[in-house]
């Protein structure tokens, strides 16, 4: 039996979702959207519906894990490959979108990754098969390294290393911040030189650039 449910991504976000999986208040859900899984919280409860909204059509994003009741869509056996494999949440370097992606590495928060771009098809919210998709990758943040959720549907890629861009950052802001320095002692002593040949000629200017040294020198 269907029931809709008012579930809170963010604090900002709240979406509708149907589901015929048990649910209570304050469950955490892993939910489909446009943008791939993520994680949800249960915020209300509708009353049950005598029809199949997904059929109907009326419904596209699926809840295909109750994480704090270990109800899943698809068998556990079948979603878990590796020994050492588990989920992360991931956020979006640029846009902020937040989502669930397998990985089999030793990942913690604040890592910069490289992961698999899940594809939804747009009239059917519903994920897009792997021949379909040609590699699209996206960089982000590591939010939570074990979130309470087994089911994902793309994979973290890699590590980035920032290092070496980090260096090469600070390295850039240091040659900066010199040739700023550089170039203001240069204009410094060209001008002094300019001076020096107008007061060749000159004797008010030879006088001023006289006072203007003694001052500089501390009166010596």
Known sequence: MFRKLAVQITERSVVNVYTDITCSIDDRLVIETKGGLVMAQVVDISEPIDYNPFERGNAKCHVVENSTRKIYQTN???????????????????????????????????????????????????????????????????????????????????VVDTTSHERRKAAAKELKKIKAKLDQKKKQFQDMELLR????????????????????????
């Open 76 to 158: 556990k056996e079948d979603l878990i490959m590796f020994a050492n494999q588990k989920t992360v949440e991931v956020k979006h370097i640029s846009s902020g979108r937040i989502g669930i992606f397998y990985t089999d590495m030793n990942l913690q928060v604040g890592d910069v990754v490289v992961y698999e771009r899940t594809q939804i098809d747009k009239n059917t919210a519903r994920e897009i098969s792997d021949k379909d998709i040609d590699n699209q990758w996206s960089v982000g943040v590591v939010t939570n390294a074990d979130p309470d959720c087994v089911t994902a549907q793309t994979w973290v890629v890699d």
């Open 197 to 220: 040949l107008i007061a060749q000629s000159d004797p008010e200017t030879a006088q001023l650039l006289e006072t203007y040294n003694n001052v500089l020198n501390g009166g010596k």
